[in-house]
């Protein structure tokens, strides 16, 4: 049976394709599914500290990590193997923020954050949802070791809060998706300006050196088109080692390798829709022998769609690239093991006057604070002509998005974690009580935010 040639694909103009590929869009428009499984993580670590297995969660936790390579142990920090809580928060969080910093990049390349107008309003908001809460916490814990924890309720988890926002579906308008997503990529700067600046110990210069020195050749490897993923990975790989040893926490590893990753393809999309018509003219459809049970190409054929493939390989950056596919490892086994690992509060060892200190004062930062500071700063902006309001949002459903931006959980528990961990058994109390008023704070601010924007937002799409 001879084969017809399809017709020719329409390709669309470029101006059209940025703004589909712009990924405030393509993360804005996310299914749940990723928070649910992070959602169903803590819900079982909970049960598990609360339970009889309790002990043996914590002993889970407290597991050396023993991976060795001939001699060398990757995991290995100053000779003592890794514990699975700390290789979880310490190197596969890494990876985390080395996607968040891939996301953070195209933004300030191509999307929200490209242009000061664009970037203006979001980032705004952010600061107002970033100051504010340290604020109200300072106002309930003032003294050390409490005052530790200031900057946890500063976060916003933008999975929790677009899964909270795309439980109204169409109703919300796409505008206010972008704002949500573009004010939560703020906030993550920073929480990765606050992990870089307080949460790291005495500094070793020699690997820290060596690590700039890696860097360097990171920089100079994209500058000189080198467009494997493998080299970004390896090299990052050693980066994130050496800031281990330096005493600079090595999720900012990720970040600074992830800022480097070249944005540009190899072949343009217009180039590509030039060679790849080349390419199907060079396809012999009437050389194709193919029963109901099989079809046997030539070499020719073979060969010619092997470059197809390559080509198109070569028109995806590798910033997409390593972001497309460390994507599904992020939202379905490290932020889920995460929550598995850092969320089993221990509601027996809360003593009931010590709600109204540490717990009080994260639920009051994350539900109040971050409230306030998104919505008054924004709407303060706004009124004194400094930004406009974005289209589809008034001031109705900007309380309701400022709610939601309450939501901190996953960066929340993250810094709880750097603010409480390594100060003695008061610490250990300290960020169980913490954790408490993240998940209160955060499902306050869920639950309230999505009861203001099902009232407010229209009816129809």
């Known amino acids: 049976m001879v084969g017809k040639l399809s017709p020719p694909i329409q390709i669309p103009d470029m101006d059209h394709t940025i703004s589909i590929l712009k990924p405030l869009r393509r993360f804005a428009t996310q299914k749940a599914n990723a928070s649910l499984l992070l959602f169903m993580a803590t819900i079982l670590a909970m049960i598990f500290a609360n339970s009889p297995w309790a002990e043996s969660y914590h002993s889970i936790l407290l597991h050396p990590i023993d991976f060795q390579i001939g001699n060398f142990k990757p995991f290995d920090h100053h000779g003592t193997s890794m514990s699975m809580l700390a290789f979880v928060n310490d190197a596969l969080m890494a990876i985390f923020f080395f996607v968040i910093g891939l996301e953070i990049k195209q933004e300030i390349l191509i999307g929200e954050l490209s242009s000061f107008r664009k970037a203006l309003l979001p980032v705004v908001a952010a600061c107002g949802g970033m100051i504010v809460p340290i604020l109200f916490y300072f106002f309930v814990c003032g003294s050390d070791p409490e005052v530790r924890g200031a900057a946890i309720p500063m976060a916003t988890d933008i999975a929790f809060a677009l899964a909270v926002l795309g439980l109204l579906g169409k109703r919300v308008p796409l505008s206010m998706r972008i704002f949500l997503t573009a004010l939560a990529v703020v906030d ?274």
Not at 216 to 229: E, F, I, P
Not at 286 to 312: C, D, F, G, M, Y
């Open 188 to 461: 993550d700067v920073g929480g990765i300006i606050i992990i870089a600046l307080f949460y790291s110990s005495d500094i070793a210069f020699e690997p820290l050196l060596i690590s700039l020195v890696l860097l360097a050749l990171l920089y100079v490897g994209s500058k000189m088109r080198v467009h494997s993923n493998v080299f970004y990975y390896i090299v990052g790989f050693f980066v994130w080692m050496l800031f281990l040893e330096s005493g600079i926490h090595p999720t900012i590893a990720g970040v600074l390798v992830a800022f480097i990753v070249p944005a540009r393809p190899v072949v343009k999309l217009d180039d590509f829709t030039t060679e790849m018509t080349d390419y199907l003219d060079m396809l012999d459809y009437t050389e194709v022998r193919q029963s109901k049970k099989a079809e046997v190409l030539t070499p020719t054929q073979i060969q010619v769609l092997n470059n197809i493939h390559l080509l198109a390989d070569k028109t995806i950056s590798p910033l997409q690239s390593i972001a497309d596919k460390l994507h599904p490892l992020v939202n379905y086994l490290i932020l889920p093991l995460f929550a598995f690992v850092n969320a089993g509060v221990t509601f027996g060892n809360i003593q009931p006057e010590s709600l109204l200190e540490v717990p009080l004062a994260v639920f009051v930062g994350l539900f109040v604070g971050k409230t306030l500071g998104i919505f008054l700063f924004t709407s303060l902006f706004i009124r004194l002509g400094l930004a406009s309001m974005p289209v589809g949002i008034n001031k109705r459903n900007l309380f309701g998005v400022s709610m939601l931006g309450g939501i901190g959980f996953t960066v929340a528990l993250f810094i709880a974690n750097l603010s409480f961990t390594g100060i003695s058994d008061v610490g250990i109390e300290l960020l169980n009580q913490a954790k408490l008023g993240v998940f209160v704070g955060s499902f306050v601010s869920g639950l309230c935010g999505y009861v203001v924007l099902r009232k407010v937002l229209p009816k129809k799409e």
